[in-house]
């Protein structure tokens, strides 16, 4: 007699076939599909009837078996293979491929989801992000771009909004100065005067401007130095107010400050020749006269006249100038400046000046002195401080010893100068050395008869702002960012998750996964560790769809359909021909 139970056991065949052919067809739609891992279904026999269960071997029996009869299959589950697709290349920056068993990280409204698909780009704000809008997660950047590990963030990477500048810390020279030129002797020389009190010629110092009697200040002039030079380069404006407590002396040292003068520039402390260091202002007690002597040097020779020094009242109107100026005598000595480019914390361009002067000569060589100046320093004074940064900056620096093969003296530290940038915004001062010897490049001080001396700057490491334009992830997920200056820097590293159990993960669809309760909890770190393996910049991973399997297992799923179609149709003509002999 026909079973009816045979109906239901080809039904569960059909029902078990077709879900598979869906699961067939979803890995076929998406073979394009980026990162897609294909599924499998498995199946399993579902419950059996007993009609024995077998007896055990006797001494009048050898035992029997069971005897079951199935009553069809059933879905047992499903099976995702997380194996690797192949990797792709795309050229596109935001391309991303994991070639390990890590996962992508992702943000969602604060929910968290995991994917293998790196098909990002950009949003409004920068942030990158996938293609239906989840934001990638990673580490960011301190401010000295430097990764902050352990806390998850939006990942950013600003194109065209981001910055960067980087202050000047060294700069490389070379060049040759002239070891047989001649040696300096002299500064610029002037007289100023004369100043008097009481009707005669006897003031100090310290005497208060407005007190001397006949003065021709008063309490709001400004007196103006325009249009001096120094070395046939000029100098900027410089003004001074007289207000109630200036004095002679303060009035001599700011024109010693706007002139560039460096105080007492000459030899350093212990110099064997034991000279007077020129570089100041003498006022004589006896006659009122102020003698002035610059720095040495042809180049440190300094251009000044009567009409150099104007004086206003605080009304704005002229009024007679007190000064007589009288150059007495120029400077001399072998000497050169060259003026190079350092930049400050924002990026800006400020010119330095650097000054040689051959300053003493024995048998062990020649002693050169430098000069440093930049109209950008913040303060009244034109010359920079410098000196070894190791120990205290000072005017008085030592002398630059080169011995007789015009080699500089190893034990010669390097020059560093500091450049006060008060109120500009930079970071102040600004703090770099003068590398007379480095690598390729290095200063002498040779004989050259008929030569010159010549100085040149070949490499200073400061860059002027610069904008964010490129980027690139490398294997460790480091993203690095270039700049239209030159410049490169870490601006964020991408974050990547394991799982100890990855096939527990719940599908959500738009190739993202969320934790499940079999999957293990995620393992957030960086590309590399742990077995996540390697991120691939301007890549994706392609679909693991094996189109030939998929195709042999639509054949044998079709078959099996078919065959549980025959089981129903079997039966039904049995069951048939059972009605045909009760009529």
Known sequence: MASTTALFTGLSGLASNSRRLEIIGNNIANVNTAAFKSNR??????FSRNFSLGTSPGTSSGGT?????????SIAGTQRDFRGGAISPTGVATDLAIEGGGFFIVDRAGERFFTRSGQFQFNATNDLVTVTGERVQGFAVDDTFKIIEGQLTDLSIPLGVLSLAEATRNVNLSGNLRADGPVAVNGATFTLGAFTTGGTADVGGADVLTGLDGSPFALGDVITLSGAERGDKSLPDATFTVGASSTVASMLSWMQQALGVVPAGGYSAGDPTGAPEPGSFVLDNATGVVTFTGNWGEINDIDLDTPNLTIVDNTGASKTSPFTVNKTGSADGESVRHTFTVYDSLGTAIDVDLTMVLAFEDSTGTYWRSFVHSESDTDLALHLETG??????????????????????????DLSVELDLKSTGAADPLLFDLLFQSQGNE???????????????TFQDGSPLGVLTSFSVGNDGLITGGFDNGLTRTIGQVAVAKFTNPEGLVDGGNSLFAVGPNSGAALVTKPLNFGTGRVIGGALELSNTDLSAEFINMILT???YNASARVISTTDQLIQQLLLIGR
């Open 41 to 46: 279904m498995l199946f399993a026999p579902t």
């Open 65 to 73: 078996n069971p005897g079951q009869i199935g009553l069809g299959a």
């Open 388 to 413: 070894d940064r190791t120990a205290t900056f000072s005017d008085a620096v030592p002398l630059m010893h080169f011995d007789t093969n015009g080699v500089i003296d190893p034990a010669t530290p």
């Open 443 to 457: 200063v002498t001080s040779l004989s050259d008869a008929g030569g010159q001396s010549g100085i040149i700057a």
């Open 558 to 560: 079709t078959t099996g």
